[in-house]
C-alpha cells in the first residue's frame, strides 16, 4: 500500500514524513505518540459522541420511569433548550449524565457503549458512527506502528466509553486509553465482589494540563509525537515538541464544510485565549488542513 495514501502531497505530509524518518534513530522506547480522540481520530459534529450515546440513554431511561423527564436537567436535553442547559451549566449537566450510568458495571457500561455504537446512526450523514473515523489518521497510526511506535489515545472523554471501542475502531487496546476517569465503587454480591459505576468523576477533567499530567500518572513515558485539534489538547502538543529532536505536534483544522464541517474547535471546559490555528503557528507546529491535506476524509 502507498504511503499514507489519503494524505495529498504538501507541507504536512513531507513534516510527518521526515519526522519518521529522523524517528528511527531513537531507542524504541522513546518512540510514544498520543492522540486526541474527538475531532483528531473521528468526527465531533454536531454533538460529541459520547454525548450523544448518553442522551439515548436517557431517552430509554425516561421510557422506563416518565418521571425523570421532570428534573431541570434531562428537561432540558429532551427538549434541546439550550438556553436553559447555558444556565444550569455545563458541569451540572455532566453530573446528571453521569447519575443515569450509576450502578453498571464496567462489563455492563462497555456492552452498552458498543450496541449503541452498532445502531446509531450520525444525525447529518446517516450512517453508523463507526464510518466517522478518519481514514487519513488511521493511516497515520498505521504508519506509526510500522516505525516502532507506542501509540496511545489521550482524550477528554469519558476513559471507559473510548475504551469500549479503541481497539475495534483504532487498533488501540483499551488499557493505552487515558481519559477523564469515573469512580468506581465496590459491592459485595451473593456470587462475589463487583465494581459499579458511581455519578462522581474521579479528579479533573482530561483537558489542558491535566493530559499532560496523566500521561505521566498513567503512561510514564513523555510522547515525541502528538496530535490534536483543539485549546485543550494545546499543553499536550507543547510537551510533546519540547521534547527534543525529532519531535512533532500536529493540528488538525477543521476546514472542510463540503466533506465534515468548517468550525475552529475551541476547549470545553475553559476558554481559549487566542484561536488554537494562531497558536499552532506561533509555536511551529504542523497544521493539517481537512480541506486541502487529505484527499478523502471518512472511510468509503
Not at 449524565?97 to 457503549?113: I, K, N, Q, S
Not at 487566542?274 to 484527499?295: K, N
Request: aromatic share 8%; glycine share 8%.
Amino acid at each position: 500500500m502507498a504511503f499514507l495514501p489519503s494524505w495529498r502531497p504538501g507541507p504536512a505530509r513531507d513534516a510527518i514524513t521526515s519526522f519518521l524518518d529522523e524517528s528511527l534513530a531513537l531507542p524504541a522506547e522513546q518512540r510514544v505518540a498520543v492522540l486526541d480522540n474527538d475531532g483528531t481520530l473521528w468526527c465531533e459534529k454536531p454533538d460529541y459522541i459520547q454525548y450523544s450515546f448518553l442522551v439515548r440513554t436517557l431517552h430509554d431511561a425516561v421510557e422506563h420511569d416518565p418521571g425523570l423527564g421532570e428534573r431541570a436537567e434531562y428537561r432540558a436535553l429532551l427538549d434541546s433548550d439550550h438556553a436553559a442547559l447555558g444556565e444550569l451549566g455545563l458541569q451540572r449537566i455532566a453530573m446528571a449524565l453521569l447519575e443515569l450510568c450509576a450502578g453498571w458495571t464496567p462489563d455492563e457500561f462497555a456492552a452498552r457503549v458498543r450496541d449503541f455504537m452498532a445502531a446509531e446512526k450520525h444525525p447529518d450523514r446517516g450512517v453508523p458512527y463507526p464510518k466517522l473515523v478518519y481514514q487519513p489518521m488511521l493511516e497515520l497510526l498505521d504508519v506509526l506502528r510500522q516505525h516502532g511506535f507506542d501509540v496511545f489515545i489521550v482524550t477528554g472523554g469519558g476513559t471507559e466509553f473510548v475504551r469500549a471501542i479503541s481497539r475495534e475502531l483504532y487498533g488501540v487496546r483499551p488499557d493505552d486509553v487515558v481519559g477523564t476517569l469515573v469512580e468506581y465503587h465496590h459491592e459485595q454480591h451473593g456470587d462475589g465482589p463487583a465494581l459499579v459505576r458511581t455519578a462522581q468523576a474521579q479528579g479533573e477533567v482530561n483537558e489542558g494540563w491535566a493530559k499532560v499530567e496523566h500521561i505521566q500518572t498513567q503512561l510514564g513515558r513523555r510522547p515525541i509525537f502528538a496530535a490534536g485539534n483543539s485549546a485543550g489538547d494545546k499543553e499536550m502538543l507543547e510537551y510533546a515538541r519540547a521534547a527534543g529532536m525529532p519531535s512533532l505536534a500536529v493540528l488538525i483544522d477543521h476546514d472542510d464544510a463540503e466533506r465534515e464541517y468548517a468550525y475552529a474547535s475551541a476547549a470545553v471546559t475553559f476558554a481559549d485565549t487566542e484561536p488554537i490555528t494562531a497558536t499552532a503557528h506561533r509555536l511551529g507546529w504542523t497544521v493539517v488542513s481537512m480541506r486541502d491535506d487529505w484527499s478523502t476524509v471518512f472511510p468509503l
